[in-house]
């Protein structure tokens, strides 16, 4: 451990909460993200239908398979995204008069150094602070930052989301951004609870910055999750081998196959693993097992799709306030900017 200060990012009673044994990233003190976390995975497995929570699909190769989608020519997601902050970073940062920027997930990707540069141009230093689960992650971010933006302070913090942004100091203001359409993974219990604690671990200076997929052609939404190379169901069925990793249990790519469609009532792109044949699913470490019928579909995977002046208006009742919307020229993707409410 080095014997570092927390630094000013943190409100003064977590200070005491936070340690360094890397220079520039934090994690909560005896906090264990790497537990094993069976009982979850099982109560999962036995609802009905049978699902799975996101964050299983990245491990390494996961996170691999993710980068790769990112450019299939059908996944118009993050090309879309990336286009409108490049054009409107600077915009972005004049209406969000920040001292930090705070960014949930993804530490470092060629879309936030818009806004990181636009934010060293306008008001000279910036303190980054990406909140990342993946430790990796963080230290790849920090390696870049220091090396495209001298001039910035890096505080990477290893925490889930929530554990993060509450710890942040609420008389920093801070530019919170959560970009991808992340929020797309969030089923309708996850959505209010999210948004609930982030505004109020907010302060009266914070803004939000949200990437969000709208609402559009069906063909097109199938399609950007139902690739001609098949990566996307590489990367769903995917998660089964982290889950055999994780519990020892002997789910078989061979034996199952991917199945992705939009359900129009809730405008979301479901992903689905679907059992090729009638087979025995065992969890050696619980001494439990399922039959995994055929045709039986397990859940992998929501993305939900946006209406961005309903998201706007449900953000309200959050105590989120629109302050700008950018687009696309084809309206295809969302970047809001949101103020909290003094
Ligand atoms: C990372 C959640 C935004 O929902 O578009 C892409 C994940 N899954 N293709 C999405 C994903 C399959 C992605 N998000």
């Not at 600077?90 to 997930?105: D, F, R, S, Y």
């Not at 590489?234 to 055999?244: A, C, P, Q, R, T």
Request: hydrophobic share 40%; aromatic share 12%.
């Amino acid at each position: 451990m080095t014997q570092e200060k927390p630094p000013r990012i943190f409100a003064a009673d977590q200070q005491a909460r936070w340690v360094s044994n890397h220079a520039g990233i934090w994690s909560l003190q005896g906090a264990d993200l790497d537990s094993v976390p069976t009982l979850s995975i099982l109560t999962t497995l036995w609802d009905q239908p049978r699902w799975l929570e996101a964050y299983h699909l990245y491990d390494k190769r996961g996170s691999e398979l993710f980068e790769q989608i990112c450019d299939l020519p059908e996944y118009y997601l993050t090309r879309t995204e990336n286009a409108i902050l490049e054009r409107h970073a600077g915009e972005i940062i004049a209406n969000a008069p920040v001292q930090c920027i705070a960014e949930l997930g993804a530490g470092y990707s060629k879309k936030t150094v818009h806004l990181l540069s636009h934010q060293v141009r306008r008001r000279g230093n910036c303190i980054f602070a990406p909140i990342d689960v993946s430790r990796s992650a963080l230290l790849a971010s920090q390696r870049a930052v220091q090396k495209d933006f001298p001039q910035i302070e890096f505080h990477g913090v290893h925490s889930r989301y929530e554990d993060g942004f509450s710890a942040i100091d609420r008389d920093l203001p801070t530019l919170f951004v959560f970009l991808g359409s992340s929020i797309g993974n969030f089923n309708h219990t996850d959505f209010p609870r999210f948004f609930q604690a982030l505004s109020a671990a907010m302060g009266p200076h914070d803004f939000l910055l949200l990437g969000a997929d709208r609402v559009k052609a069906v063909k097109m939404l199938e399609d950007a999750y139902n690739d001609n190379r098949g990566v996307t169901a590489e990367f769903i069925l995917n998660v089964f081998g982290s889950i055999n990793r994780l519990l020892q249990s002997n789910f078989e790519r061979d034996k199952m196959r991917y199945h992705s469609w939009l359900n129009p009532e809730w405008q979301q792109i479901e992903m689905y693993a679907v059992s090729r044949e009638p087979q025995q699913i065992y969890f050696p470490t619980a001494e439990t097992s399922f039959q995994w019928q055929k045709d039986e579909r397990i859940l992998v995977e929501i993305s939900r799709k946006f209406d961005p002046i309903r998201l706007q208006e449900q953000l309200g009742f959050f105590g989120l306030l629109p302050v700008k919307h950018f687009t696309d020229p084809n309206e295809w993707f969302s970047v809001l900017l949101f103020k909290k409410q003094a």
